[in-house]
């Protein structure tokens, strides 16, 4: 009787046959066919469908910084992965291997400098899950947890064995492995940083062979709360014409943040940091963010339409890349935030999927 | 087999089969009836049941302010609807059409004016919504996000344009549309604020042919973070009797948020504010907020114990009718937050629903 | 066909057939051997699995301090018994049976003082499930939040009657009644500290011939955000020593929270403990908590292997006890976090239940 009573107050929760009779892709695919009939059904945009970015990466966020650990296992990161791969996403990107002593590997190096063992080594695990649903992975580096320029000599040291156990590791034995995430966050020129990002750039494409590397900055903008003071977008194309004039021989793509900025700023920004690009040979991608900047509970699953004025905005000022931090917290239907699982029926809606 | 262990995993949060097979609208119903069936047997209440008001209302919190979105579409508020129906809501409010360049539904006055297009009309399918299961629809006003006194005339203009496109648009149209809700929401008397009140009000009701108006203000009391100084109840009544005074013909009802202040102070809150409504002829209900305010996570649905005190003590205090801050997130069984769907059956529990 | 769309999108929260067919408690033991199974199949561990101690106690916050309340019913509490069962908790202890003016029970003492009455009988409850489950039940004391030692005398003479309406309701009723947790949580010496957790051990063992009785204190280390100053392990041990030496022989065993202090001083403060415990025939159990103190959220399920480091770290130190603050929110299938229910599984896989 009591878990009648459940059937009946979960219904937004449920779903079980379907599921529970096929494999997990097949039920994916399924049910993202099916999703998309209803969606189309069921709600009544009064906007063009499809006139933003699509969303075609992601990172994954291990190790998580500020964001609450979801405690998956691989069962729920393959299903993810079928999630993402029925949405359009076609690039991973893990975050940073390792921050301070967390790794998501069992890095030799690292551990023998006292970083912690991590139970299971998921960048495996994401080159696997990568192989199987035919994602491109990307590596991010390991963020000692220091600040430039005094740590700057610690970080790259510990990179440099960190690429080279990562291409050996990984990079040889898995057909996914795509590139690499130059994972430090900068807003702005800092001493030392140019001369990092450059060696780094420079180590991951010499013992890859050449794969792309990316960076993912943000602009030190109104809601950036860590900022020292809020830059204007002059000094900001000032700051970032002299980092890629330094770094673009080895770093192929930016993707800025596009979170700290107000919504009405971001075609400003936009156009700036894509005629920077075009300027040195770069691409221009936009990191969409999928979670809520404007709320006191940081941080949950963003309002769908902000998400929709974001890549809206990109299409305008003609990127055809959007990557997303990211969508197994606030995009996946599985995921521990309800908001979630509705923001990829919403995103479905739009761009007809 | 993975599906398997999910099977069991989230016992708690099932639910499928009764709702497959029927409407939406009927396995609520019968869902409520179960539910209320088992309520009764699970628990052992030690406390005289219903000794609370009902909660008649809920706000809509569209656009929303503090409160992460729940990203949901036309069949999630359809679902809703049906929950709230079920558990004996009636009246449904807008909190406010607008804030700042976040829209509900497609204002040309405001579009032209660089807000931003919503992609779904949600003021329309919110009527069409209160059509179907027969509530009452009340319109929020706009809030241009303006302090008074010095933003009082520019908010003022901008709602002029709005009440009559809101009566154009749907006013005439829907049966549902029932009165309106004056969306500012004060806590003390202050420069303007009664002129802006009483003009809006008149307006209103003016072009309305007489619907009704309220008012939900808040008490500076000593949970409100941002106050300027906690008042007295003797300030707190001075201030009200004046306000009331100004705008009693014109405003129908007061519902004082109940959340400011303290548990023991709110039998106090409570009678001096129907004294001042009673003798300004308004009514007085009590907007029993579903949220709590004494946890560091802002904001997640309230304990129940804490929302029968405060449903108590408006009973004690001679009051009918509450509405409540809100609904969907706070109380809903397919809240994104769970502990709301819990709420909802500590309450049916209660009121024998 | 909306709620096909269902049925697909929330695969991950789903689970019903076979629970709805049983009783609870033997779902939950099919459940568990389900689990089991498909852990050890899905995930790759490349740790040694059970190398730490495992968690046999939980706290139950009510009445919540910090924590909100989940607004769970009677069916909920019994199911989430039977998930502690079959995980291996075998004591759970009332974190307090009030806490200001809210309380678990209806105490005829404290609501003659102007206490709310509560609408459940919550220790009654508990009591009558940990019959049910086999479960060891502890007390916890009425906090009547005073600050010590201007308070101390309030707290003794509110639990002086506390305690005996405790044992005179619950003790010598329920076979499950087996102890008593001494609620107030110090990190130092304080004035009056202990003289109070002197005469309350005393008054406990006392009355019910001997029932044991714990603390569970802080350490004043980095993570604690309200501290005075940051101890060094040396004042610690200095504090304690003078503490355990005033209290050890009415207080059975100490279980120190594990969360204030860095991952890599767990080792020391854990052994220090132990020291003090053990020289004064005191038990030693960890209080390893289940949230996380690092995120920005406060707070939400703590990630796995930050668990894991503290149960290893308690193994390593000679611990054979570990409690956890707790269970319901942070560990349950059916919390209303979902990275509760995942870290369930995690814990399972890494200890092979």
Not at 15 to 29: D, Q, R, W
Not at 192 to 210: E, T, V, W
Request: aromatic share 14%.
């Amino acid at each position: 009787m009591d878990n009648r009573r459940d059937f009946l107050k979960k219904t937004a929760l449920a779903g079980t046959a379907l599921v529970a009779g096929g494999g997990l892709l097949e039920s994916c695919k399924r049910g993202d066919s099916v999703r998309a009939g209803n969606s189309v059904g069921s709600s009544k945009l009064i906007v063009p469908k499809a006139a933003g970015v699509p969303i075609t990466g992601t990172f994954l966020d291990e190790i998580s910084h500020d964001i609450p650990h979801q405690n998956w296992g691989e069962a729920e990161w393959d299903r993810d992965f079928a999630y993402m791969k029925a949405v359009g996403i076609r690039d991973v990107i893990v975050i940073r291997c390792g921050y301070r002593k967390f790794l998501t590997y069992p890095s030799p190096y690292l551990l023998k400098k006292g970083c912690y063992m991590p139970s299971v080594d998921l960048v495996d695990m994401f080159c696997r899950l990568s192989d199987k649903y035919g994602m491109k992975f990307w590596f991010g580096l390991y963020d000692s947890g220091v600040r430039y320029p005094d740590g700057a000599a610690e970080d790259m040291e510990n990179n440099k064995f960190v690429i080279e156990e990562a291409w050996e590791m990984y990079g040889r034995k898995y057909k996914s492995f795509s590139g690499w995430y130059l994972s430090k966050e900068f807003s702005r020129r800092r001493m030392g940083m140019i001369d990092a990002y450059h060696a780094l750039g420079r180590q991951c494409k010499d013992i890859s062979g050449g794969h792309p590397t990316f960076i993912s900055p943000f602009i030190d903008g109104k809601k950036q709360v860590y900022k020292e003071k809020e830059v204007t977008v002059v000094e900001h194309e000032r700051d970032w014409d002299e980092i890629f004039s330094g770094i673009h021989d080895v770093v192929d793509a930016c993707a800025f943040q596009d979170g700290h900025v107000d919504y009405d700023e971001l075609d400003m920004y936009l156009t700036v940091n894509k005629r920077l690009a075009d300027k040195y040979g770069m691409q221009s991608w936009t990191n969409a963010e999928t979670f809520d900047r404007d709320m006191p509970i940081r941080f949950l699953p963003i309002k769908f339409d902000k998400l929709r004025f974001k890549l809206e905005a990109a299409k305008r000022c003609g990127y055809d890349k959007a990557i997303t931090f990211e969508f197994s917290h606030f995009m996946s239907p599985q995921s521990a935030y309800l908001q979630a699982g509705h923001l990829y029926d919403r995103y479905c809606e739009y761009f007809g999927i």
